[in-house]
């Protein structure tokens, strides 16, 4: 069992950063992959970005790489986003997620994920 809090949203011009924190309980985080998604209303959740369980292993949609860095600290039971150079299309409810059963991969699918955190709202004004 993994539980999972999203907390860092809030409201940000363009241009600006946020940190998002995703904090983990469970004896199976360390193990776990976990990654980022975002939705807005009317629209597909949709990928943001992953990392293994080592936190080696990265991966992000095209639209923000260069921009968001994902990463974890196991000490803490805590992953992160950092989003830098943030646009207005940015703009969403994020949603971590993490999967213990399949900590080496990278998983880009929603489906793939067995926990979820409640989500944090990013807004980015132009």
């Known amino acids: 069992q993994v539980q999972l809090v999203e907390s860092g949203g809030g409201l940000v011009q363009a241009g600006g950063s946020l940190r998002l924190s995703c904090a983990a309980s469970g004896r199976t985080y360390s193990n776990s992959a976990m990654g980022w998604f975002r939705q807005t209303p009317g629209k597909e959740r949709e990928f943001v970005a992953a990392?293994?369980?080592?936190?080696?292993?990265?991966y992000y949609r095209r639209s923000v790489r260069g921009r968001f860095t994902i990463s974890r600290d196991t000490a803490k039971n805590t992953m992160y986003l950092q989003m830098n150079s943030l646009k207005p299309d940015d703009t969403a409810v994020y949603y971590c997620?993490?999967?213990?059963?399949?900590?080496?991969?990278?998983?880009?699918?929603?489906?793939?994920?067995?926990?979820w955190g409640q989500g944090t709202q990013v807004t980015v004004s132009s």
């Open positions: 997620a993490a999967e213990p059963s399949r900590g080496s991969e990278l998983l880009t699918s929603g489906d793939e994920y067995g926990y």
């Open positions: 990392i293994s369980w080592s936190g080696i292993s990265t």
